[in-house]
Each structure stands twice: as structure tokens, then as C-alpha cells.
């Protein structure tokens, strides 16, 4: 019911031509819940859901699915259409009396008109017909990560911990609700490690993934971290010594 494949999905076309960090960054700012009966199923797309989300939520049932929403408020649910007890239109249902942004992702069998016409209603991101492969599941998440961020802009922004975010529409962190503008270098540095959380990275790394044609000294990089942590906070970078960096946002369950 779940295929690994890169072809059918034109959204997939698109995450192709963009920066894999990118994506990985832009989606990991969301909880993701997946609603799947099938045990089977849900342990191989839960693994592969866990590649983009550190905050995946699984249930097995609209009646759990339900209480994980009320607690945690997830922004993008997948979830089949058949469940043993409420239904996945139901549930959606249910959700969108309270909730218009929350996107859904819904798996089915179906392509009847009745079907279409309450996804439409329902204003689902995508419905996919199994067996779906891998490259139209992330397609569709790349969508629902559009719609949300043009539904709120500040959804876009990534959480950096102590009140500080970091708005990559705008190339600029926010402090308190005051934007605080970046220098070049820094938004450049800023990425890198947004796409590398909690790793410890060798000063030769940054060299490679920041400065790339241009000359590296250490008095350059040290400026520049010192630049961030005035700029954000001094516990966002690290210090390993004598071995780099680690940036420490995500760390401690900050999405």
C-alpha cells in the first residue's frame, strides 16, 4: 500500500529543484498527526513520516486521533477514510467546525464523485489513492506546508526558543516582536545550522557549507557566532572545543 518512489507527484518536482535543507527546515516546523487502523501501514509510513518532523503524533483511530488534536493542536493531519468506529470524513469534519487552518491529508480507495465533492467542501489539501507511493506523499505535505503559510506568514516563522524567531521570508530574526535584520553572512550561517539541529559541526564544515569560494579564518567565524548570539540569544550556539559548533535549537523539544 506504500511505494518508494521520485516520479508522479509534480509537487515532488518542485522539492526536487529547491534545497533538500530547505524543505526539512520549513516542515519540521510542524506536528504532523497520522491516523492509520492498519498496523502494518502505520509503522512503515510512521518511519518514514519521522524523516521530516521531530513532533510526529500516531493513532489509531478517529476517537484517539481526536484527543491528540484537543492536546497537542497538530497544523497537518494524514489520515484514512476508513477507520473502525468515526470515519476520517467524519473526524475531519468534527475538526473543521473549530479549525479552518489545520490541513488534511487524506488517504482513500475512493475517486467516486460523491467523495470529491466533501473533500472539496471539506477544503482537503489532497486526497490520495492507495496505494499511494512516497513522492505523492511528500508532495502533498510540501502543499500543506504552502497553504499554511499563506493562510498565517507567521506560521512560517521557525520557533529559535526564549521569545526569539527566526523569519526566513524576510531573512531577519524577530526579538520580542521586533524584527532585528541579519547581515548576509549571518542568514547564511543562521541556515546552515537550522539544517543541521543538535549536530556538532567541525569548524572545516562551515567553511564548506558557508564561506564555500572564500577564505575562512577562525576570527571571521567566531565574529560571526558571536554576531547571533547578540543578536538572539548566548545559549543558541555552543561551543565544542577544539571540534566546532552545535546549535542547540531543537534540542530540547523546540520544533
Same mark, same amino acid.
Given at each position: 500500500?506504500?511505494?518508494?518512489?521520485?516520479?508522479?507527484?509534480?509537487?515532488?518536482?518542485?522539492?526536487?529543484?529547491?534545497? @533538500?535543507?530547505?524543505?526539512?527546515?520549513?516542515? *519540521?516546523?510542524?506536528?504532523?498527526?497520522?491516523?492509520?487502523? &492498519?498496523?502494518?501501514? @502505520?509503522? $512503515?509510513?510512521?518511519?518514514?513520516?519521522?524523516?521530516?518532523? =521531530?513532533?510526529?503524533?500516531?493513532?489509531?483511530?478517529?476517537?484517539?486521533? @481526536?484527543?491528540?488534536?484537543?492536546?497537542?493542536?497538530?497544523?497537518?493531519?494524514?489520515?484514512?477514510?476508513?477507520?473502525?468506529? /468515526?470515519?476520517?470524513?467524519?473526524?475531519?469534519?468534527?475538526? *473543521?467546525?473549530?479549525?479552518?487552518?489545520?490541513?488534511?491529508? /487524506?488517504?482513500?480507495?475512493?475517486? &467516486?464523485?460523491?467523495?470529491?465533492?466533501?473533500?472539496?467542501?471539506?477544503?482537503?489539501? *489532497?486526497?490520495?489513492?492507495?496505494?499511494? $507511493?512516497?513522492?505523492?506523499?511528500?508532495?502533498?505535505?510540501?502543499?500543506?506546508?504552502?497553504?499554511?503559510?499563506?493562510?498565517?506568514?507567521?506560521?512560517?516563522?521557525?520557533?529559535?526558543?526564549?521569545?526569539?524567531?527566526?523569519?526566513?521570508?524576510?531573512?531577519?530574526?524577530?526579538?520580542?516582536?521586533?524584527?532585528?535584520?541579519? *547581515?548576509?553572512?549571518?542568514?547564511?550561517?543562521?541556515?546552515?545550522?537550522?539544517?543541521? =539541529?543538535?549536530?556538532?559541526?567541525?569548524?572545516? +564544515?562551515?567553511?564548506?557549507?558557508?564561506?564555500?569560494?572564500?577564505? /575562512?579564518?577562525?576570527?571571521?567565524?567566531?565574529? +560571526?557566532?558571536?554576531?547571533?548570539?547578540?543578536?538572539?540569544?548566548?545559549?543558541?550556539?555552543?561551543?565544542?572545543?577544539?571540534?566546532?559548533?552545535?546549535?542547540?535549537?531543537?534540542? &530540547?523539544?523546540?520544533?
Amino acid at each position: 500500500m506504500f511505494r518508494l518512489e521520485t516520479r508522479t507527484d509534480p509537487y515532488f518536482a518542485m522539492i526536487a529543484h529547491m534545497k @533538500q535543507s530547505e524543505f526539512f527546515r520549513r516542515i *519540521r516546523h510542524y506536528a504532523i498527526l497520522y491516523v492509520e487502523d &492498519d498496523k502494518a501501514l @502505520q509503522a $512503515t509510513i510512521g518511519e518514514f513520516l519521522e524523516r521530516f518532523t =521531530p513532533n510526529l503524533l500516531v493513532a489509531s483511530s478517529a476517537e484517539e486521533a @481526536q484527543k491528540l488534536y484537543r492536546e497537542l493542536k497538530p497544523k497537518i493531519i494524514l489520515l484514512d477514510i476508513n477507520l473502525p468506529g /468515526m470515519s476520517g470524513l467524519d473526524f475531519c469534519e468534527s475538526i *473543521r467546525r473549530v479549525d479552518s487552518t489545520t490541513r488534511f491529508i /487524506m488517504t482513500t480507495a475512493y475517486t &467516486d464523485k460523491p467523495f470529491l465533492l466533501k473533500a472539496v467542501e471539506l477544503g482537503l489539501t *489532497r486526497y490520495l489513492v492507495k496505494p499511494m $507511493t512516497s513522492d505523492e506523499l511528500i508532495g502533498a505535505l510540501h502543499k500543506s506546508v504552502e497553504e499554511l503559510e499563506k493562510i498565517d506568514p507567521v506560521l512560517g516563522r521557525v520557533d529559535l526558543g526564549h521569545g526569539v524567531f527566526y523569519d526566513p521570508s524576510t531573512k531577519t530574526l524577530v526579538v520580542e516582536g521586533k524584527n532585528v535584520p541579519l *547581515r548576509r553572512k549571518e542568514v547564511e550561517l543562521l541556515e546552515f545550522f537550522l539544517s543541521h =539541529p543538535c549536530k556538532t559541526i567541525p569548524y572545516k +564544515q562551515f567553511a564548506h557549507g558557508v564561506w564555500k569560494d572564500s577564505t /575562512m579564518s577562525p576570527d571571521a567565524i567566531r565574529s +560571526q557566532i558571536r554576531n547571533l548570539r547578540k543578536k538572539s540569544y548566548p545559549g543558541l550556539i555552543e561551543n565544542i572545543s577544539g571540534i566546532g559548533y552545535r546549535f542547540t535549537r531543537g534540542c &530540547d523539544g523546540i520544533a
